[in-house]
């Protein structure tokens, strides 16, 4: 009985979820078919997506940490407070995380032989952040929500794995050409870049009045478009890494 009447309500806890959780599926789907050269271990991707919402937890704390500390600051000015909370405390929190689990999973696996296997795993993980935020947002808030976030929030975070992930496989190849420089130089760009573009979406999102929200609109479609466009190039233009014996050097081919 107590059953029964709950069921309605247990229902639809599971429509939400599955709402939820459809765009960042579908979203892996498709980055993984994209992988032409050599399609990577399903159950490892898997646990790439796992690391992904281990991220999303370590996130949270450090917004929570460094949330505190801004707000301590004292600072007045409102611009450099909501500049600040969206570039630092939010974007450099969440995407420090995302790398932080990315490369602890994935940069000394085997699996880890081509140079666009660095988007798939960086897309994994933003992905696999964006399932449980996005449980976490539906669950709380609604359908409604759902379907904004399927076309914005999910979609983003996969864009920015896209671009986190370019630099990644750069920064593994250049490693194995042991040119630590270089090496260094994109796994810097690998976070930075998606701070950045993370911190503009948040921050033109929150800036974003009735009448001017074409500026957020445009600002989102044109980060879909590159990011496809570079899926496409990346995917097309792959390359295995592999040593050179004759040479004892590390090459991409």
């Given at each position: 009985?107590?059953?029964?009447?709950?069921?309605?309500?247990?229902?639809?806890?599971?429509?939400?979820?599955?709402?939820?959780?459809?765009?960042?599926?579908?979203?892996?789907?498709?980055?993984?078919?994209?992988?032409?050269?050599?399609?990577?271990?399903?159950?490892?991707?898997?646990?790439?997506?796992?690391?992904?919402?281990?991220?999303?937890?370590?996130?949270?704390?450090?917004?929570?940490?460094?949330?505190?500390?801004?707000?301590?600051?004292?600072?007045?000015?409102?611009?450099?407070?909501?500049?600040?909370?969206?570039?630092?405390?939010?974007?450099?929190?969440?995407?420090?995380?995302?790398?932080?689990?990315?490369?602890?999973?994935?940069?000394?696996?085997?699996?880890?032989?081509?140079?666009?296997?660095?988007?798939?795993?960086?897309?994994?993980?933003?992905?696999?952040?964006?399932?449980?935020?996005?449980?976490?947002?539906?669950?709380?808030?609604?359908?409604?929500?759902?379907?904004?976030?399927?076309?914005?929030?999910?979609?983003?975070?996969?864009?920015?794995?896209?671009?986190?992930?370019?630099?990644?496989?750069?920064?593994?190849?250049?490693?194995?050409?042991?040119?630590?420089?270089?090496?260094?130089?994109?796994?810097?760009?690998?976070?930075?870049?998606?701070?950045?573009?993370?911190?503009?979406?948040?921050?033109?999102?929150?800036?974003?009045?009735?009448?001017?929200?074409?500026?957020?609109?445009a600002f989102v479609a044109v980060m879909f478009?590159?990011?496809?466009?570079?899926?496409?190039?990346?995917?097309?233009?792959?390359?295995?890494?592999?040593?050179?014996?004759?040479?004892?050097?590390?090459?991409?081919?």
């Open positions: 009985m107590f059953y029964f009447m709950l069921y309605p309500f247990l229902t639809y806890s599971r429509i939400l979820i599955f709402a939820a959780i459809i765009p960042a599926v579908f979203l892996m789907v498709y980055v993984y078919k994209s992988d032409k050269l050599e399609k990577e271990n399903p159950r490892f991707l898997g646990s790439v997506a796992v690391s992904g919402i281990l991220s999303a937890l370590l996130a949270l704390v450090l917004e929570w940490l460094l949330g505190i500390i801004l707000d301590a600051v004292g600072i007045q000015s409102e611009k450099t407070y909501n500049i600040i909370l969206y570039f630092i405390v939010v974007a450099g929190s969440e995407e420090g995380s995302k790398y932080f689990f990315l490369r602890r999973k994935t940069w000394h696996s085997r699996e880890f032989n081509c140079q666009y296997d660095g988007v798939v795993y960086a897309v994994f993980v933003s992905l696999g952040f964006a399932l449980w935020e996005n449980i976490s947002y539906v669950m709380h808030y609604g359908l409604s929500v759902a379907i904004i976030r399927a076309i914005t929030a999910v979609p983003g975070h996969a864009c920015f794995g896209v671009f986190m992930g370019i630099f990644y496989g750069l920064a593994r190849g250049y490693a194995f050409m042991r040119e630590e420089g270089k090496k260094k130089l994109m796994n810097t760009l690998s976070v930075a870049l998606p701070v950045l573009l993370h911190g503009s979406y948040d921050y033109i999102a929150s800036m974003t009045e009735a009448g001017s929200s074409w500026y957020f609109v478009i590159v990011s496809l466009i570079l899926i496409r190039n990346m995917s097309k233009n792959d390359k295995y890494f592999s040593i050179n014996r004759s040479t004892v050097n590390f090459e991409i081919l």
